[in-house]
């Protein structure tokens, strides 16, 4: 069983930064990628930004620029760095580990305010 933990979630005005973790219970090595999604109030869950276990990153529209992955192989960690939040960045931030199976967090809330 893979457990993943997401943290680092907040309120914080629009122009500003947070940091999200998503540590897991083994080793990042052995997902095929991971990834970060997020979920805005009435809305589908959307995927936001992944990197997989070469190192490719792919980004969402919205995001390029603003938000970047990147990973701690000691910590078993992922980063989501995001600046320049706006509003519509508001949700739920959920990581998602892929290796053959899907494995998802429990999520964890960034809310922007205008």
């Known amino acids: 069983q893979v457990h993943l933990v997401e943290s680092g979630g907040g309120l914080v005005q629009a122009g500003g930064s947070l940091r999200l973790s998503c540590a897991a219970s083994?080793?990042?090595?052995?997902?095929?990628?991971i990834g970060w999604y997020r979920q805005a109030p009435g809305k589908q869950r959307e995927w936001v930004i992944s990197?997989?276990?070469?190192?490719?990153?792919n980004y969402a529209d919205s995001v390029k620029g603003r938000f970047t992955i990147s990973r701690d192989y000691a910590a078993n960690t992922v980063y989501l760095q995001m600046i320049s939040l706006k509003p519509e960045d508001t949700g739920v931030y959920y990581c998602?580990?892929?290796?053959?199976?899907?494995?998802w967090g429990q999520g964890t809330q960034v809310t922007v305010s205008s």
């Open positions: 998602k580990a892929s290796s053959g199976d899907d494995y």
């Open positions: 083994r080793s990042i090595l052995r997902f095929n990628d």
């Open positions: 990197i997989s276990r070469v190192g490719e990153v």
